[in-house]
């Protein structure tokens, strides 16, 4: 039964890696963190964390982790509106709203869960879903499951938002829809501008600060903090796993009538299990965190700004960039896994990202700064990304 298949798989698995387009996993013994250790056991820098304040392994949050594994166990073995719901799961959604400025705010497993279970509850046909065309694919599949109408505009681009505003005045309801920081680019969204044409246009506006939270910003409030629209963008999606301790767990936040919505009619929050308690813990911790001192932030924003001038002087391509990202372009997707490989050998960890992560022809490696790490760190890795660029033909 299975052999047919079998050998149509093993195909396909062929064709990916004579491309140039398998992905391999590597092993981590050791805490998340600026130096880490692998199975091989080799230290190595990790350039390639969503770790940007450096939290993933703060003993503030393992405190707080272990203190609620005490207090409310392991796990909830229930969605949340049966027995999945704590005073800790509370206490953390109203941590959220008063950070990002908005009404209320829903937890969910993941932000995949959460942008997936936000549409297809809010819009039907008679709506209009405005997004920009490198959103993340976990935005892409959520407007998939509405029934609204789609409209996609150039990334960025606000000349062809409008245009798209103006093909969707027919509708009901509109949304636009986009990133915060395009995660393969590090690009922010010029939310200012996508305000202004949401008001022009009588239109909603949903962000997902994903890669933006705890990174851009003053004091780490994302991207509606930069552009001083605090309280103008009706909902935020984010995650606890990148900035904000890199565990699990995503939310929405906004609206009170939307997030009320959401708790009725959202699938992935009504059929998926309560993140866990230890997860919940550190996260009110983080939070706590986060309004007590913008250090971290501070410290980030120090090394991104001195990786990006130094690897730029060094003659490497690189996207522009306003976020902790920095993608250095090498275009070719089995040079960007040549250059990764060589890198390792120099104690960099970095991953090449290619095809389909990243469009045909557009391969480079993403380089993620923290605040974790020190500029030693970081004049290790420009030094190691010069010594394999030059001798893989990328440098002169």
Excluded: W
Excluded at 72 to 86: A, E, L, N, P
Excluded at 324 to 340: G, H, N, P, R, T
Excluded at 369 to 382: G, T
């Amino acid at each position: 039964m299975y052999g047919k298949i079998k050998e149509h798989l093993q195909d396909q698995l062929s064709q990916i890696r004579e491309a140039g387009l398998y992905k391999t996993e590597r092993i981590i013994t050791s805490a998340q963190d600026a130096v880490i250790r692998l199975n091989s056991g080799e230290e190595v820098l990790n350039f390639c964390a969503n770790n940007y304040l450096g939290l993933s392994n703060h003993p503030e949050l393992i405190k707080a982790a272990k203190s609620a594994l005490d207090s409310h166990g392991f796990g909830m073995s229930s969605v949340r509106f049966i027995c999945g719901t704590t005073d800790l799961h509370k206490v953390l959604e109203a941590k959220i709203a008063e950070f990002f400025g908005t009404e209320d705010s829903i937890l969910y497993a993941a932000c995949f869960d959460a942008n997936g279970g936000l549409f297809e509850p809010l819009f039907q046909e008679e709506d209009a879903i405005i997004s920009d065309s490198l959103n993340h694919a976990s935005i892409i599949d959520g407007v998939r499951l509405s029934k609204a109408r789609r409209f996609r505009y150039k990334n960025a681009d606000m000349k062809d938002l409008e245009l798209q505003l103006q093909a969707a005045q027919d509708s009901r309801f509109r949304i636009i829809v986009t990133d915060g920081v395009f995660s393969m680019d590090g690009n922010v969204a010029p939310l200012d501008e996508i305000v202004g044409l949401a008001r022009k246009y009588n239109a909603l506006v949903m962000v997902d600060e994903c890669h933006s939270a705890g990174v851009v910003g003053d004091t780490g409030r994302g991207v509606t903090e930069r552009f001083n629209v605090r309280g103008e963008v009706d909902i935020i999606t984010g995650t606890l796993g990148k900035a904000f301790g890199g565990a699990i767990g995503g939310f929405t936040t906004g609206k009170k009538e939307i997030i009320e919505l959401l708790r009725q009619r959202s699938r992935p929050y009504l059929f998926s299990n309560a993140i866990p308690p230890s997860v919940v813990g550190a996260g009110i911790r983080m939070f706590e965190m986060m309004t007590e001192t913008k250090e971290l932030q501070n410290r980030l924003h120090r090394n991104t700004d001195y990786f990006v001038t130094k690897i730029k002087e060094a003659g490497f391509d690189i996207k522009p960039t306003k976020s902790a990202i920095c993608a250095v372009m090498l275009y070719d997707a089995k040079l960007s896994q040549e250059f990764a490989a060589r890198l390792l050998n120099e104690g960099i960890y970095v991953i090449g990202f290619y095809y389909p992560v990243v469009p045909n022809g557009e391969a480079r490696i993403r380089v993620q700064l923290s605040a974790a790490h020190h500029q030693q760190h970081l004049d290790q890795a420009v030094m190691a990304f010069t010594k394999v660029g030059k001798a893989l033909g990328v440098l002169k």
